[in-house]
């Protein structure tokens, strides 16, 4: 299957993701942000047809665009089953989004907010949202966060994906726009083997 695959840098550091199938030009956004215009303009120069829009959390610099995107092309939002994102499709953890014949596979990754998602996209590319950037995790200390459960999120489900697993982040906040899991097990300060109790004491420093 051919799968096309576009990082959209954002405004402050933003990043969104078109996925699409090239055979049935079937795709899905995944992280509206602020930039629904050059978005618009991907799809339609691809002439594709926006099934899907997904969030990978509730916080605005990722959902700005949702509305727009919606009524221009009649998509549906997509987001965790207890978020408050204004969703159409509920999903759960371990849920499979179908965009075309590429599946899109929900990991429920709570920490950085309750709703946080990270989806495998064909078992090679890992969207992280504000989960896990290169070279840093995401924050726990605004509504919602929580370091426990981020170390559950990042220990016990994200550092089981295989070493050649992509990683595309929700923002722009590291040497390179994206990397590998491998890269990150090895270079990444924060996912440095610790027990839950030294974790949380790493993240509750300034
Ligand atoms: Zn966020």
Redesign the pocket.
């Known amino acids: 299957m051919l799968m096309f695959f576009r990082q959209v840098q954002q405004h402050s550091d933003n990043f969104s993701y078109i996925i699409a199938d090239d055979a049935t030009k079937e795709s899905a956004v995944v992280d509206s942000s602020f930039n629904a215009g050059e978005i618009t303009r991907i799809l339609r120069a691809e002439n594709l047809k926006l099934k899907y829009i997904i969030n990978t959390?509730g916080?605005s610099?990722?959902t700005a665009g949702n509305a727009e995107l919606r009524s221009i092309f009649g998509a549906r939002i997509v987001a965790y089953k207890l978020s408050r994102i204004n969703s159409d499709v509920k999903v759960d953890d371990g849920d499979v989004i179908r965009v075309g014949s590429i599946p899109v596979k929900v990991i429920h990754t709570p920490g950085?907010?309750r709703d946080s998602l990270c989806l495998l996209v064909n078992n090679q590319k890992l969207l992280t949202g504000?989960t896990l950037f290169v070279g840093e995790c995401?924050r726990t200390d605004l509504p919602g966060g929580n370091s426990k459960d981020l170390y559950h999120s990042l220990f016990h489900k994200l550092l089981k994906l295989s070493d050649d697993v992509e990683v595309y982040p929700g923002h722009d906040y590291g040497s390179r726009p994206y990397s590998t899991m491998g890269e990150e097990k090895r270079s990444n300060y924060t996912l440095e083997p610790r027990s839950l109790a030294e974790f949380i004491e790493f993240m509750s420093q300034p």
């Open positions: 959390h916080h610099d990722h950085h907010t504000d995401g």
